[in-house]
T-cell receptor
Framework: GQNIDQPTEMTATEGAIVQINCTYQ??????LFWYQQHAGEAPTFLSY??LDGLEEKGRFSSFLSRSKGYSYLLLKELQMKDSASYLC??????????WGAGTKLIIKP | ETGVTQSPTHLIKTRGQQVTLRCSSQ?????VSWYQQALGQGPQFIFQ???????GRGNFPPRFSGLQFPNYSSELNVNALELDDSALYLC???????????FGPGTRLTVL
């Protein structure tokens, strides 16, 4: 079957760094997406990885290891506005996104 | 702003009624995907439309149906509403299947 595993909730301090891990099992693989979702709002696109390695985009970086079925999202210089859920979504062989429940990130002052 | 719009924003219906939700995709995007998201859960894939044809369907009963128009806007229809249909309904458009999906603001459906 297809499966996504992320921590349910994480807490971090403003200004710090946090890493959100994601392991996945899918039928085929066509890349992995990370989305941010604030409470009551729609998901917004953060990053896309299709090859192994690190993709950096400002304060956010995303890493992929296809052989391990593993990805992480790294958030640096945390700000209060980063409090949100972070959704890891690999794309399967049918080009459909597979979603987990996401990780709720709480930022404390 | 993603350029994807949805209407209505909120909707309240009673059990057994029917509902139509609408989505306008981002300019140039020919693929629309629909998702249902219950509180505290990730989005659940309902179906996807590519150039007016259904291009994949999730594990939803036939009372969930859809349509895509020549301008690539789309509708989601749900018949015989049940209490468990209460959720946030999201549509996402992409340039084509496999590309990054950009979400609209969603429609919050409450079934009483």
């Amino acid at each position: 079957g297809q499966n996504i595993d992320q921590p349910t909730e994480m807490t971090a301090t403003e200004g710090a760094i946090v890493q959100i891990n994601c392991t996945y099992q899918t039928s085929g693989f066509n890349g992995l997406f990370w989305y941010q979702q604030h409470a009551g709002e729609a998901p917004t696109f953060l990053s896309y990885n299709v090859l192994d390695g690190l993709e950096e985009k400002g304060r956010f970086s995303s890493f992929l290891s296809r052989s391990k079925g593993y990805s992480y999202l790294l958030l640096k210089e945390l700000q209060m506005k980063d409090s949100a859920s972070y959704l890891c979504a690999p794309m399967d062989s049918n080009y459909q996104l597979i979603w987990g429940a996401g990780t709720k990130l709480i930022i404390k002052p | 702003e993603t350029g994807v719009t949805q209407s209505p924003t909120h909707l309240i219906k009673t059990r057994g009624q029917q509902v139509t939700l609408r989505c306008s995709s981002q300019s140039g995007h020919n693929t629309v995907s629909w998702y249902q998201q219950a509180l505290g859960q990730g989005p659940q894939f309902i179906f996807q439309y590519y150039r007016e044809e259904e291009n994949g369907r999730g594990n939803f009963p036939p009372r969930f149906s859809g349509l895509q128009f020549p301008n690539y806007s789309s509708e989601l229809n749900v018949n015989a509403l049940e209490l468990d249909d209460s959720a946030l309904y999201l549509c996402a458009s992409s340039l084509q299947g496999g590309d990054t999906q950009y979400f609209g603001p969603g429609t919050r459906l409450t079934v009483l």
